[in-house]
């Protein structure tokens, strides 16, 4: 018989996923602080790492975008596609790490994981995404603002976000309900 290689996502993790894009939806929409229009203190983001942490990149990046879209349905901004990529890279850089993060070093990984969707898309993209929606005509000013505050919102984010999903695998909690740490990529492959 011929072995199939596409691959799927269980209905298990589709509901796993499903659940940590509503998760990440109320923590973005009820329980975050928002100080101005373009700043939001959350840990939305941890949900979206442990979906791409737990089930891989794709999934990751689905969860994403659908906590995204949907968080925005809810709010006043509407929403906007050039807006949607920070989350996306969440779970897509999370699930790229996932095997560093399950092996030797796993705080290391962890902090690399999150660190690059930070810098690359929270901070810069997002700040000039920002800049060219709301200072037409004065990009470099809007950049620069939205650069300079943003830093430092995402400084004290990362910093929670890493801790609270350092701790979450650290519980054992994901461990019991089977979904960490990831099989070995030979095990997946056969």
Known sequence: MKKNNFRSMSTQTLTYCALLAALSVVL????GLMPSESARFSIEAVPI????LLFGPLPGALVGFAADFVGCLFSAYGYN?????????YGLSAG????????KNQLFWLIAAVF???VLGSIFYQSAALAYVYYDGV??????????????????TFVLDVAAVW????????????VWPPAARKEQDQ
């Open 116 to 118: 690059c969707p930070v």
């Open 49 to 52: 790492i442990l979906a791409g």
């Open 96 to 103: 790229l790490f996932r095997y560093r993060v399950a092996g």
């Open 28 to 31: 973005a929409r009820l329980m």
């Open 167 to 178: 701790f979450l695998l650290r519980s054992g909690l994901f461990h019991r309900i089977g």
């Open 81 to 89: 596609p050039l807006f949607c990529l920070p989350p996306i890279l």
């Open 139 to 156: 990009f470099m000013k809007g950049f620069m603002l939205h650069l300079s505050t943003r830093s430092v919102q995402f400084a004290i």
